[in-house]
């Protein structure tokens, strides 16, 4: 993306202070448009308009007047052309992902029973005799709590759940990318209205002078 930016301005016989300027101009573009995993297409767009006005027009402090109309013109082009008719390809390759965790929590389950065993502990040393009873009884607990997993496992209402919540979330994460790609589409046409307005009233004052 940059160093074809960088030919385009060679192309243009830009000046080092003018390719300068214009590589910084889409760098900070880049960074805007990544900045979000959402829709962010008209904040860029405006964005980028405001720093391309403010390289165009000699009022300093706040402006610099670098460009000349038939090169923001060119760049106007270029930049429409290239990277925000590219826009969501750049958003989807550079910005961070978002992943959705889930996490279910089940009320009624026993508590652990660990106070006997620190009671035994803090006494006299357990007996052979004592020590198997334990021993034993931590089995049998053991086999009790791996049979009543397998129950839950096989639950069939237990299955059910997760295959409901499967399938809503997936819906709804369907619905979420056609909205999106939806408005990104109503973006790009409104932006491209604008875009031929401005070039032919630009057409126009040049024809006038």
């Known amino acids: 993306m940059f ?9 243009n016989q830009f000046s080092q202070e003018q390719l300068s300027a214009f590589f910084t101009i889409l760098k900070s573009v880049h960074r805007m448009c990544v900045s979000t995993p959402y829709d962010n297409f ?3 767009f405006v ?10 027009v000699q009022r300093p402090p ?13 760049i106007t082009d270029y930049v429409l052309s290239t990277y925000f008719k590219h826009f969501k390809m750049y958003k989807f390759a550079f910005t961070e ?32 005799a004592e020590e198997d009873e334990r021993e034993e009884r931590e089995d049998t607990d053991g086999k009790e709590e791996e049979e009543e997993r397998d129950k839950e496992a096989a639950d069939p209402q237990q299955e059910r759940l997760r295959n409901i919540i499967t399938s809503t979330l997936t819906t709804h994460l369907k619905q979420l990318k ?20 401005l070039e032919a009233l630009s057409d126009h004052k040049s024809k006038k002078k």
């Not at 106070?115 to 006299?124: L, P, R, T």
């Open 3 to 11: 160093t074809y930016a960088v030919l385009f301005c060679k192309k």
């Open 42 to 44: 008209q904040e860029t």
């Open 47 to 56: 964005f980028f308009r405001e720093l391309l006005l403010r390289h165009c």
């Open 62 to 74: 706040f402006s610099k007047c670098l460009y000349s109309l038939s090169q923001v013109k060119a």
């Open 97 to 128: 992902r978002v992943l959705l965790s889930l996490s279910f929590q089940y009320s009624g389950e026993p508590e652990e029973e660990g106070a006997e065993e620190e009671v035994a502990a803090e006494g006299s040393a357990p007996t052979e």
């Open 178 to 197: 056609v909205s999106v790609e939806q408005k990104m589409s109503e973006h790009e046409r409104r932006m491209t209205d604008k875009i031929s307005q």
